[in-house]
Protein backbone atom coordinates (compact mmCIF):
# COMPACT_ATOMS: atom_id res chain seq x y z
CA UNK A 1 0.00 0.00 0.00
CA UNK A 2 0.80 3.49 -0.07
CA UNK A 3 2.46 5.66 3.12
CA UNK A 4 3.37 9.17 3.58
CA UNK A 5 5.79 9.79 6.11
CA UNK A 6 6.29 13.18 7.23
CA UNK A 7 9.54 14.87 9.37
CA UNK A 8 10.62 18.21 10.51
CA UNK A 9 7.73 19.68 12.74
CA UNK A 10 9.10 21.24 16.16
CA UNK A 11 8.98 23.77 18.30
CA UNK A 12 10.83 27.52 17.20
CA UNK A 13 10.84 31.22 18.09
CA UNK A 14 8.85 33.40 16.15
CA UNK A 15 10.97 34.99 13.23
CA UNK A 16 12.70 31.55 12.86
CA UNK A 17 12.54 28.79 10.18
CA UNK A 18 11.41 25.20 9.19
CA UNK A 19 11.67 23.24 7.38
CA UNK A 20 9.07 19.99 6.84
CA UNK A 21 9.32 16.97 4.21
CA UNK A 22 6.73 14.62 3.47
CA UNK A 23 8.20 11.35 1.21
CA UNK A 24 5.52 8.78 -0.09
CA UNK A 25 6.28 4.83 0.11
CA UNK A 26 4.46 1.88 -1.95
CA UNK A 27 4.33 1.06 -5.57
CA UNK A 28 4.00 4.31 -6.69
CA UNK A 29 3.65 4.87 -10.34
CA UNK A 30 3.29 8.35 -10.54
CA UNK A 31 2.62 11.49 -8.22
CA UNK A 32 0.18 14.48 -9.38
CA UNK A 33 -0.39 17.06 -6.99
CA UNK A 34 1.37 17.73 -3.73
CA UNK A 35 0.39 19.33 -1.11
CA UNK A 36 0.73 21.15 2.70
CA UNK A 37 -2.24 21.75 4.47
CA UNK A 38 -2.32 22.96 8.70
CA UNK A 39 -5.10 22.08 11.15
CA UNK A 40 -5.85 23.75 14.20
CA UNK A 41 -8.55 22.79 17.10
CA UNK A 42 -11.63 23.65 16.36
CA UNK A 43 -11.27 24.38 12.56
CA UNK A 44 -11.45 22.84 9.60
CA UNK A 45 -7.93 21.96 7.67
CA UNK A 46 -6.92 24.54 5.08
CA UNK A 47 -4.40 24.58 2.72
CA UNK A 48 -0.61 25.99 3.17
CA UNK A 49 0.32 24.54 -0.44
CA UNK A 50 0.53 22.92 -3.41
CA UNK A 51 2.45 21.68 -6.15
CA UNK A 52 2.20 19.92 -8.72
CA UNK A 53 3.77 17.30 -11.08
CA UNK A 54 5.56 20.15 -13.26
CA UNK A 55 6.20 22.53 -10.33
CA UNK A 56 3.06 24.87 -10.85
CA UNK A 57 2.49 26.55 -6.93
CA UNK A 58 -0.19 27.88 -5.45
CA UNK A 59 -0.03 29.21 -1.75
CA UNK A 60 -2.30 30.45 1.00
CA UNK A 61 -2.33 34.01 1.06
CA UNK A 62 -1.54 34.04 4.92
CA UNK A 63 2.25 32.32 3.87
CA UNK A 64 3.05 34.17 0.61
CA UNK A 65 6.25 35.57 0.53
CA UNK A 66 7.26 33.61 3.57
CA UNK A 67 7.15 29.61 2.87
CA UNK A 68 8.40 27.87 0.10
CA UNK A 69 6.79 24.08 -1.51
CA UNK A 70 9.10 21.97 -3.66
CA UNK A 71 9.51 18.28 -4.87
CA UNK A 72 12.00 15.74 -5.39
CA UNK A 73 10.28 13.61 -8.26
CA UNK A 74 12.86 11.12 -7.96
CA UNK A 75 12.37 10.25 -4.24
CA UNK A 76 8.32 11.18 -4.27
CA UNK A 77 9.12 13.63 -1.42
CA UNK A 78 7.52 16.97 -0.95
CA UNK A 79 9.22 19.76 1.24
CA UNK A 80 7.54 22.97 3.13
CA UNK A 81 10.44 25.07 3.85
CA UNK A 82 8.81 28.09 6.17
CA UNK A 83 10.72 31.50 7.49
CA UNK A 84 9.96 34.40 9.21
CA UNK A 85 7.48 31.76 11.42
CA UNK A 86 4.60 33.59 13.40
CA UNK A 87 2.32 32.19 16.18
CA UNK A 88 -0.71 31.76 14.56
CA UNK A 89 1.19 29.76 12.15
CA UNK A 90 1.03 26.97 15.04
CA UNK A 91 -0.68 23.92 13.67
CA UNK A 92 -0.50 20.38 12.54
CA UNK A 93 0.53 20.00 9.47
CA UNK A 94 -0.58 17.33 6.84
CA UNK A 95 1.26 16.27 3.77
CA UNK A 96 -1.14 14.99 0.64
CA UNK A 97 -0.30 13.28 -2.38
CA UNK A 98 -2.75 12.53 -5.04
CA UNK A 99 -1.26 9.81 -6.86
CA UNK A 100 -1.50 6.50 -8.87
CA UNK A 101 -0.22 3.11 -7.33
CA UNK A 102 -0.29 -0.55 -8.37
CA UNK A 103 -1.52 -2.93 -6.33
CA UNK A 104 -3.95 -6.02 -7.06
CA UNK A 105 -2.83 -6.31 -10.55
CA UNK A 106 -4.10 -3.30 -11.40
CA UNK A 107 -3.51 0.64 -11.46
CA UNK A 108 -5.21 2.76 -8.98
CA UNK A 109 -5.63 6.45 -8.19
CA UNK A 110 -5.89 7.40 -4.61
CA UNK A 111 -5.69 10.99 -2.37
CA UNK A 112 -3.47 10.34 0.86
CA UNK A 113 -2.50 12.11 3.81
CA UNK A 114 0.27 12.15 6.11
CA UNK A 115 0.10 11.31 9.62
CA UNK A 116 0.57 15.13 10.48
CA UNK A 117 3.35 16.59 12.58
CA UNK A 118 2.99 19.66 14.88
CA UNK A 119 4.62 22.87 14.31
CA UNK A 120 4.36 25.43 17.24
CA UNK A 121 5.91 28.79 16.96
CA UNK A 122 6.23 30.62 20.33
CA UNK A 123 5.96 34.48 20.93
Known amino acids: QVQLVESGGGLVQAGGSLRLSCAAFGSISGINTMGWYRQTPGKQRGLVAT???????NYADSVKGRFTIARDNAKNTVYLQMSSLKPEDTAVYYCNADLIYFGGSAYHRGDYWGQGTQVTVSS
Open 51 to 57: ITSGGST
